[in-house]
């Protein structure tokens, strides 16, 4: 196994929700000698430094300052993000139903619904306490790491159809796991709130709020006849977020410019919120970099339009079982590279000059890659790279491994394909 494959075993097993991710790439970030700073402070930044912020939980942006440091010479940024399409908790979600209790639950983003059916699964995320003044909550990570709950299909007896027609998803009637079972006749609407407060150590009366998703226990493995591919959970996006994150550690601060990563929320649902793509968090960050180094904030837009950004998410690689859903001459083959993505639309931000600068310095690196763009019938997905560059005014690529089984709860890549995206992250921030 190669290092940027055990990197990325090390982001998936810890990542098993977007605060868990966040908090492992800053142990990694501290571990390499970043200093944190605070988004309420003023920063006081040197050449040769390597920095990092959490303006909230699930956000990070890390940022290296060249030793040569000449602003005019604009930015290299990447971005990924660090939530997956998941099944979440409701508020309020005891369901006690015959003896057995059950969770209230609600979809969150796309995911492949029946794949969470029938498997190990754990809760992970936060959950948020009672401080000492209303306005400072205190924040606990929590993750079960033991399997705690579990969603059963139907018998085929019941449904005999299955194999042929399958089982359509009532979200609201079928995706409530069961946790346990119990002979207590009187137990408390608020019990799932006990559950918490035993694994926080805390008082149940000072549990105000949680924020917690379910996620499948499975551990990332090598498999293939030859162990060529990786079978794991959050391979979208923990791919990105780990090649870029390590890429820009890698690459040093022997340059003449800023290098920035910037780890984004909820792009899964749209990017619209306050730690999303879509918000003025990135443009904040980078002017408070450039109000370090005495420039305002029209300096800094101006001096943003020579940089670089690439915009880190997967890719659909070629299914061999479903061939008519690829374009027909710029598909992706596990293994054989990391993929470059082009919409005409720009679902993917697409700039022929960007992706010319990527294809050499590709060749200058001997760093395989592919072409990806998505069959004229199919709608795919989108990224946060023409969000992010709709306020930042800087040349985009997206970028990204082929993976199979997208938004199932275990996604499929080939090893050799994360090792090409992240010497492309150490090329591109060197």
Same mark, same amino acid.
Not at 178 to 204: M, Q, Y
Not at 287 to 296: E, L
């Given at each position: 196994?190669?290092?940027?494959?055990?990197?990325?075993?090390?982001?998936?097993?810890?990542?098993?929700?977007?605060?868990?991710?966040?908090?492992?790439?800053?142990?990694?970030?501290?571990?390499?000698?970043?200093?944190?700073?605070?988004?309420?402070?003023?920063?006081?930044?040197?050449? &040769?430094?390597?920095?990092?912020? *959490?303006?909230?939980?699930?956000?990070?942006? =890390?940022? /290296?300052?060249? @030793?040569? !440091?000449?602003?005019?010479?604009?930015?290299?940024?990447?971005?990924?993000?660090?939530?997956?399409?998941?099944?979440?908790?409701?508020?309020?979600?005891?369901?006690?139903?015959?003896?057995?209790?059950?969770?209230?639950?609600?979809?969150?983003?796309?995911?492949?619904?029946?794949?969470?059916?029938?498997?190990?699964?754990?809760?992970?995320?936060?959950?948020?306490?009672?401080?000492?003044?209303?306005?400072?909550?205190?924040?606990?990570?929590?993750?079960?790491?033991?399997?705690?709950?579990?969603?059963?299909?139907?018998?085929?007896?019941?449904?005999?159809?299955?194999?042929?027609? &399958?089982?359509?998803?009532?979200? *609201?009637?079928?995706?409530?796991?069961?946790? =346990?079972? /119990?002979?207590? @006749?009187? !137990?408390?609407?608020?019990?799932?709130?006990?559950?918490?407060?035993?694994?926080?150590?805390?008082?149940?009366?000072?549990?105000?709020?949680?924020?917690?998703?379910?996620?499948?226990?499975?551990?990332?493995?090598?498999?293939?006849?030859?162990?060529?591919?990786?079978?794991?959970?959050?391979?979208?996006?923990?791919?990105?977020?780990?090649?870029?994150?390590?890429?820009?550690?890698?690459?040093?601060?022997?340059?003449?410019?800023?290098?920035?990563v910037c780890l984004v929320d909820n792009e899964e649902i749209g990017s619209l919120s306050k730690q999303g793509a879509d918000s003025s968090l990135p443009g904040t960050v980078i002017r408070k970099i450039w109000k370090a180094f005495?420039?305002?904030?029209?300096?800094c837009m101006s001096d943003l339009t020579g940089g670089m950004m690439l915009s880190a998410d997967v890719a659909h690689a070629y299914h061999p079982n479903y061939p008519d859903l690829q374009d027909i001459t710029n598909y992706p083959?596990?293994?054989?590279?990391?993929?470059?993505?082009?919409?005409?639309?720009?679902?993917?931000?697409?700039?022929?000059?960007?992706?010319?600068?990527?294809?050499?310095?590709?060749?200058?690196?001997?760093?395989?890659?592919?072409?990806?763009?998505?069959?004229?019938?199919?709608?795919?997905?989108?990224?946060?790279?023409?969000?992010i560059s709709s306020h930042l005014p800087m040349r985009t690529a997206d970028i990204g491994v082929g993976i199979l089984a997208m938004h199932s709860s275990c996604e499929m890549m080939g090893a050799a394909d994360q090792d090409a995206?992240?010497?492309?992250?150490?090329?591109?921030?060197?």
């Amino acid at each position: 196994m190669t290092k940027d494959t055990e990197r990325l075993f090390a982001f998936t097993s810890a990542g098993t929700s977007a605060f868990h991710t966040v908090a492992h790439a800053a142990g990694c970030l501290e571990a390499a000698g970043f200093k944190e700073l605070s988004m309420q402070e003023d920063w006081q930044l040197k050449e &040769g430094g390597a920095y990092f912020v *959490q303006p909230f939980a699930t956000t990070l942006y =890390a940022f /290296t300052v060249g @030793k040569e !440091l000449s602003l005019s010479n604009g930015i290299h940024i990447a971005g990924a993000h660090t939530d997956f399409p998941a099944i979440k908790l409701k508020p309020n979600p005891e369901l006690l139903r015959h003896g057995c209790l059950q969770l209230n639950t609600e979809v969150y983003g796309g995911p492949i619904l029946n794949t969470f059916f029938d498997r190990s699964l754990s809760l992970a995320g936060r959950v948020v306490t009672r401080g000492e003044t209303y306005d400072k909550p205190v924040s606990h990570l929590v993750d079960f790491k033991r399997p705690i709950i579990c969603l059963p299909n139907l018998a085929i007896h019941m449904n005999r159809s299955v194999n042929e027609k &399958g089982a359509p998803i009532n979200n *609201q009637k079928h995706l409530l796991p069961i946790l =346990a079972t /119990t002979l207590e @006749k009187k !137990l408390k609407g608020s019990w799932f709130k006990d559950v918490l407060a035993k694994e926080i150590g805390v008082p149940a009366e000072d549990i105000l709020d949680f924020d917690l998703c379910l996620y499948n226990m499975d551990q990332p493995r090598l498999c293939g006849l030859k162990e060529e591919f990786v079978l794991s959970p959050r391979l979208d996006d923990l791919t990105c977020v780990s090649a870029m994150l390590h890429g820009l550690i890698d690459a040093g601060t022997d340059t003449d410019r800023i290098n920035l990563v910037c780890l984004v929320d909820n792009e899964e649902i749209g990017s619209l919120s306050k730690q999303g793509a879509d918000s003025s968090l990135p443009g904040t960050v980078i002017r408070k970099i450039w109000k370090a180094f005495g420039k305002d904030a029209t300096q800094c837009m101006s001096d943003l339009t020579g940089g670089m950004m690439l915009s880190a998410d997967v890719a659909h690689a070629y299914h061999p079982n479903y061939p008519d859903l690829q374009d027909i001459t710029n598909y992706p083959v596990m293994g054989r590279g990391f993929c470059i993505k082009t919409a005409g639309n720009q679902s993917y931000a697409w700039d022929s000059e960007m992706t010319a600068s990527l294809i050499d310095l590709c060749q200058r690196h001997h760093i395989p890659f592919q072409r990806f763009v998505k069959n004229s019938n199919v709608k795919g997905g989108g990224t946060i790279g023409s969000i992010i560059s709709s306020h930042l005014p800087m040349r985009t690529a997206d970028i990204g491994v082929g993976i199979l089984a997208m938004h199932s709860s275990c996604e499929m890549m080939g090893a050799a394909d994360q090792d090409a995206l992240s010497d492309l992250a150490r090329a591109f921030f060197r």
